[in-house]
Nanobody, 126 residues
């Protein structure tokens, strides 16, 4: 599986962006996709995750209520809809995947993911 993330860009505070992540070559019906973000000098931070089987999604406290994660199984694509963006959301956003059905408490741990996309820059600035 290869992950291709897209959709980043420059947006004003309060604006919205939708990131996409295509899991090319995905054949398994199981698995988890997560979104993480990273700024220079900081560790990669969990944002949100879902399982392809449609079970619960989960979010970091910093984005809950503003961001929404979704998927299109037919297209092997995950999405991260980001609303009411703040300057603190500025980061490189990465999608990640594993064939394992991670339980909720494990989805925020980056080492549980086997494959990573190349990252897409999101800049929130006036």
């Amino acid at each position: 599986v290869q992950l291709q993330a897209s959709g980043g860009g420059l947006v004003l505070p309060g604006g919205s962006l939708r990131l996409s992540c295509v899991a090319a070559g995905r054949t398994s019906r199981t698995g988890t996709m997560g979104w993480f973000r990273q700024t220079p000098g900081k560790e990669r931070e969990f944002v949100a995750a879902f399982r392809w089987d449609g079970s619960s999604t989960n979010y970091a406290d910093s984005v809950r209520g503003r961001f929404a994660i979704s998927r299109d199984n037919a297209k092997n694509t995950g999405y991260l809809q980001m609303n009411r963006l703040e300057p603190e959301d500025t980061a490189v956003y990465f999608c990640a995947a594993t064939t394992r059905n991670l339980i909720t408490s494990s989805r925020s741990i980056s080492t549980y993911y086997d494959v990573w996309g190349q990252g897409t820059q999101v800049t929130v600035s006036s």
